[in-house]
């Protein structure tokens, strides 16, 4: 069970930390992901990260401002989104892929288990 938290509704330019807690299965041993769906499109991979912490993956156009991160103690992995567009606005997704996909790999195909979503809105 994957169970999110940490949307709102925010002004373009601010940050949030979204939240996954997991449960269920050795979250230590399994890569995972974030994914978002803006409405009427389709859901597109964000970000994933190693077992470890260590290895992390994103979409290009993710990078530098969006950080994934893992604490394998509390069973969670973050997202911690700055600098927030308007084109960010999206329900966000925590995923845990198929064990042993590579990172750039992950698509929606790929994820064995799907969080309820948090809705991140961002006005301009």
């Known amino acids: 069970q994957l169970v999110e938290s940490g949307g709102g509704s925010v002004q373009a330019g601010a940050s949030l930390r979204l939240s996954c807690v997991a449960s269920g299965r050795t979250f230590g041993s399994y890569a995972m992901a974030w994914f978002r769906q803006a409405p009427g499109k389709d859901r597109e991979f964000v970000s994933a990260?190693?077992?470890?912490?260590?290895?992390?993956h994103y979409l290009d156009s993710m990078k530098g401002r969006f950080t994934i991160s893992r604490d394998n103690f509390k069973n969670t992995v973050y997202l911690d989104m700055n600098s927030l567009k308007s084109d960010d606005t999206a329900a966000y997704y925590c995923?845990?892929?198929?064990?042993?996909?590579?990172?750039?790999?992950?698509?929606?195909?790929?994820?064995?288990?799907w969080g309820q979503g948090t809705q991140v809105t961002v006005s301009s």
């Open positions: 995923a845990a892929p198929a064990h042993l996909t590579p990172l750039e790999k992950i698509t929606a195909a790929t994820i064995a288990y």
């Open positions: 990260i190693g077992p470890g912490g260590t290895i992390t």
